[in-house]
């Protein structure tokens, strides 16, 4: 207690002295990422770390602290970075070698739900241990990220003489994979949480299944995944979830099960095609208006809402992923529904004839399903086509705002104020911006667009929704432009989406990364400096940093410049804006 206590009181004296100074341009002579809140370094400085360095949590147990801290240590007692340009700070030896870092967590009972506070306070003094004080362990596992990035070399240095207060501004910081178009083995779902943990990310969205394969387990209905998935070597176990869950809390990072339904749901023809409608068709029948489509692409079937049996398989479904997944948040899907599919249905084309409508038909659905997911202690979360689709949607009555959250995907900042004025909760994953698999062309076998001698399909790349987003066009992309102060509060945050027509564990580092680290850091501390300047240009320069950091810990993340550039600081700046 008397130690902690001392601690406590050697935080405050030296976080007053060093506030007492202002934050300083050195401060961009040693990189963060994402950019912490309040960074005060003001004698750039570092010392030597101890060869019997470590990490101490005195009297503080907690499974996932425990896992946090031997992980850190670790990383960095063996990373030895090499900055691609060396810090300017004065490296002294006349005082001992830092020894120890000590962790406090305030509160070791509070679960990795949705704004959990994440705030931590890291001081590095010039003697003595070095202090990490956070409220919860999730704000434990941030700081010790940020200690980690102060420390580089050969023989180790560390960053000493600083103060950090650090905290996120959303709460919901994610990225969206989608499993089931192409199958990722758990090694690679391991190693994109870890990489979202160090870009101090929370949130795994797992898109699970679709119409193209379903490769989960699901305990009560095994013929879902033995009869819809890809093949035996390429789903996923119940071992195998616990493993990326349990994986998930000992880096912060909540893992959201998306089981998307009513539509998307092809795959589950193989086991139950009596509760598919038009399962196995091809998606745009030959002479036919893109209106009567039967999928918005290739892989069709939906859900049919008029079949008693179709709920009988789906609550088992989302009875098991509920206990599967602990995570309070469950994304039951709800996007693209396309009328020519329930069309080709004989008992729906009879509903419809007899007055019903196609979103009287959804309607079933959702009162069918949402009352259900919600008495297992769940919150809702639904694309925004559940309340915004122009041909087939609910209406908001059907969806109390406290049991719902709608994720926005189209017209950018118009369907967020839409939603939000709406009064609903609201995850911005705008596909002009968040969608990583953009302007990588699209996958039609035959397509015509790309036969031609004088154009590049208008800028697109063959792809409806390109160009490619690059980490600037992610930087720089506010969440909550043109909204109140009251209608911001309800944006949780944004998720990137990696959908997986065009991408499979061969190219996933590079199209997750830096982009998403350019996300994560405007979700974090924004993309502004203290004078409200957009600072994507002096983030250009850490960003570099940063993924070359990324690379030398295992994330295969691509190039956003070439080296002379990061060696030849400014030079591939502009001076001028383009005309």
């Known amino acids: 207690m008397f130690l902690h206590f001392f601690n406590s009181i050697l935080i405050i004296s030296i976080a007053l002295a060093v506030l007492s100074f202002p934050i300083s341009a050195v401060e961009s002579s040693i990189q963060v990422w994402p950019k912490p809140r309040a960074f005060s370094w003001p004698q750039p400085q570092a010392t030597l770390l101890s060869s019997t360095f470590t990490i101490s949590a005195p009297n503080q147990t907690h499974i996932h602290l425990s896992s946090a801290i031997k992980r850190y240590l670790k990383l960095i007692q063996t990373e030895h970075h090499i900055p691609l340009v060396p810090p300017i700070l004065n490296f002294t030896t006349s005082t001992p070698p830092l020894q120890t870092l000590l962790v406090y967590v305030s509160d070791l009972t509070a679960p990795l739900h949705h704004n959990v506070n994440e705030s931590y ?19 434990a596992m941030r700081g010790l990220e940020t200690f980690s990035q102060l420390v580089w070399g050969d023989p180790l240095r560390v960053a000493v003489g600083l103060y950090i207060w650090d905290a996120p501004l959303f709460g919901h910081r994610g990225i969206m994979l989608d499993t089931s178009r192409n199958y990722y083995p758990v090694e690679d ?15 795994f969205h797992w898109h699970i299944t679709d119409s193209h394969s379903f490769p989960l387990l699901v305990p009560s209905e095994p013929d879902l995944a033995a009869k819809g998935s890809y093949g035996s070597d390429m789903l996923y176990t119940p071992d195998d979830v616990n493993k990326i869950v349990q994986f998930g809390l000992d ?28 399962a196995n068709m091809f998606w745009w029948p030959a002479g036919s208006m893109w209106e009567d489509r039967l999928a918005s692409e290739p892989g069709t079937g939906h859900l049919n809402p008029l079949n008693p049996k179709t709920y009988q398989v789906l609550k088992r479904v989302i009875n098991d992923v509920a206990t599967l997944f602990p995570e309070p948040f469950y994304h039951a899907g709800d996007d693209e529904i396309i009328p020519g599919c329930w069309k080709a249905d004989p008992a729906i084309q009879s509903f419809l004839s007899n007055g019903g409508t196609l979103s009287q038909l959804l309607e079933i659905f959702v009162n069918s399903t949402f009352p259900y997911i919600v008495s297992l ?38 369907n967020t104020k839409k939603i939000v004025s709406s009064g609903y909760r609201v995850i911005v994953s705008s596909s002009d911006f968040y969608y990583l698999d953009c302007g990588h062309g699209d996958f039609l076998g035959n397509d015509s667009q790309y036969d031609q001698q004088t154009s590049d399909n208008s800028g697109n790349g063959g792809s409806w929704c390109g160009p490619f987003k690059t980490w600037q066009t992610i930087y720089n992309y506010d969440i909550t432009y043109g909204l109140s102060k009251e209608e911001a509060n309800l944006v949780l945050g944004g998720e990137v ?41 002096e983030a250009t320069d850490r ?22 550039c990061i060696r030849n600081p400014g030079m591939c700046n502009l001076v001028q804006p383009f005309a």
Do not use: F
Not at 189 to 203: C, E, F
Not at 378 to 402: G, H, K, M, S
């Open 377 to 414: 202690n769940r919150t809702v979360v639904y694309w925004e086509d559940v309340i915004l689709d122009v041909n087939i949607r609910v209406p908001t009555t059907a969806l109390p705002p406290e049991h719902t959250i709608l994720q926005t995907w189209n017209n950018g900042h118009e």
């Open 497 to 537: 989406a990696l959908w997986s027509e065009q991408a499979d564990p061969a190219v996933l580092d590079a199209r997750i990364w830096p982009r998403t680290s350019a996300m994560a850091e405007t979700l974090w501390s924004g993309n502004r400096d203290e004078t409200g300047k957009k600072r994507y240009a």
């Open 121 to 139: 306070t890291l001081t590095i003094p010039t003697w003595g241990p070095a202090n990490l004080s956070a409220e919860t362990v999730w704000g």
């Open 251 to 278: 880096h912060g990072v909540r893992i959201i099960p998306e089981i998307d339904s009513p539509a998307h749901t092809g795959s589950w023809a193989e086991a139950y095609p009596d509760i598919v409608t038009c």
């Open 189 to 203: 779902i391991l190693r994109t949480i870890g990489a979202m943990s160090v870009n101090k990310m929370n949130v």
């Open 543 to 564: 960003l570099n940093e940063w993924r070359y950091r990324m690379v030398r810990r295992g994330i295969g993340a691509e190039p956003i410049q070439p080296l002379w």
